[in-house]
């Protein structure tokens, strides 16, 4: 199927590594041009190097989105260098373990890095969203329904995510901009692994997640994000608006006797 997104120009935050990187590629598949705003130099350039023979269709701007004069030049500089700006993914957070016995300061601070560049930039770019009834795809963490223990900072921001985004699809409707999020649960990304490698057992660990996933017993992969991602970023999506989509194997929401039983089978 073609997603009609050639010439498109679409901006990902934190687009280096993980979901973002999946995204980026995702949208270059289907001939898309891409802005990407990161903090790591390293993982940025290695992504330029792979993509060296479409250099008018990539571009690594560096900063952090916290700030919100960073979030307005990465707008400024992709309608300078791409011309226009079509597409919006607010993929950019860490998991920041802020609990909620931690100091305001600290809760704040994971607010800041997960929430508030989320604001700025869809507010920074929306007048070029408007203009080319464009579309913002956000992301967002199963925390934000299930909770998890531990992540109060970092699941209140995705709620919050989850909240603006059916805010944004009530207000930018008359523009014809289209605003969804995309929820993983049990998604294998290098921040994953990094974590599972510092446990007394990885193997053991990560076998014992994946079992939790009703659909298939293992992890989303971060392709299958950017599958939804890039679909709901397109004009195919025209009239999908105020969604929170759930891309997880049923981790979230199905019956938890089938995570319970692994013998659990289907039959007529």
């Known amino acids: 199927m073609d997603l009609k997104l050639k010439d498109k120009v679409a901006i990902v935050t934190g687009g280096a590594k993980g979901i973002g990187r999946a995204v980026v590629e995702g949208l270059l598949s289907e001939n898309c041009r891409v802005v990407f705003a990161d903090l790591d130099e390293a993982a940025s350039q290695e992504l330029q190097e792979k993509y060296s023979h479409r250099p008018n ?12 004069a960073v979030c307005e030049s990465v707008v400024k500089e992709a309608v300078k260098e791409m011309g226009k700006i079509n597409i919006l993914v607010n993929n950019a957070g860490v998991n920041d373990s802020t609990g909620f016995k931690c100091s305001q300061h600290k809760f704040l601070d994971s607010l800041k890095k997960n929430l508030l560049h989320v604001f700025s930039m869809t507010k920074l770019a929306s007048d070029q969203l408007i203009e080319n009834r464009g579309s913002i795809v956000n992301i967002s963490s199963k925390v934000s329904v299930t909770g998890q223990g531990g992540t109060s900072g970092y699941a209140a921001a995705k709620g919050a995510v989850n909240a603006l985004t059916r805010e944004w699809a009530v207000e930018l409707a008359a523009a014809s901009v289209t605003v969804n999020t995309v929820v993983p649960a049990e998604c294998w990304t290098p921040l ?44 195919r999506s025209s009239h999908t608006t105020g969604q929170i989509i759930f891309v997880d194997g049923g981790y979230t929401h199905l019956d938890r006797k089938l995570s319970a039983s692994k013998s659990f089978h289907w039959s007529e």
């Open 57 to 68: 269709d990539l571009l690594f701007l560096h900063g952090d989105l916290s700030e919100e």
């Open 192 to 235: 994953y692994e990094n974590w599972i490698n510092t446990q007394d057992d990885p193997s053991a660990v990560r076998k014992g997640i994946a079992d939790l996933v009703p659909l298939g017993r293992r992890f989303t992969t971060a392709e299958e994000i950017a599958d939804a991602v890039v679909f709901l970023a397109s004009p």
